[in-house]
């Protein structure tokens, strides 16, 4: 058996950065949900990079990805879908933030 897995520093900024988008379906404040891996065995478990943010009735509510998977991703789209659009948009607020650095230290100069 794999010894359980720590999140590094840069897994938790990862997380971090995930859970502050809020909500992928309503917007409210999330939690991370570990989307399951493609094409990994059962019982693998998935990378803290392979996360989406959903609140607390989208994760674990009466409608939620745990409780009505499949209404849900009917619904708002597959797990796979949404961690696409999760990636995209922390890659986002990344180039906008380096963007930002990058004109303050021309202008401290
Ligand atoms: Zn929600
Ligand atoms: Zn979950």
Redesign the pocket.
């Known amino acids: 058996m794999a010894k359980k897995k720590v999140a590094t520093k840069l897994e938790r900024e990862h997380l971090s950065k995930v859970a502050s988008l809020g ?6 404040p ?1 939690n991370v949900h570990h989307i399951r891996p493609v094409g990994l065995g059962m019982g693998m478990r998935s990378s803290h990079y392979q996360t989406i943010p ?6 674990q509510g009466q409608f939620s990805i745990h409780n009505c998977k499949q209404e849900f991703e009917a619904m708002y789209g597959t797990e796979h879908e949404m961690l696409q659009k999760t990636l995209k948009e922390i890659e986002n607020i990344e180039e906008a933030n380096n963007f930002f650095n990058y004109n303050k230290g021309e202008n401290n100069d």
């Open positions: 909500c992928l379906v309503c917007q409210r999330a959903l609140c607390r009735e989208h994760h």
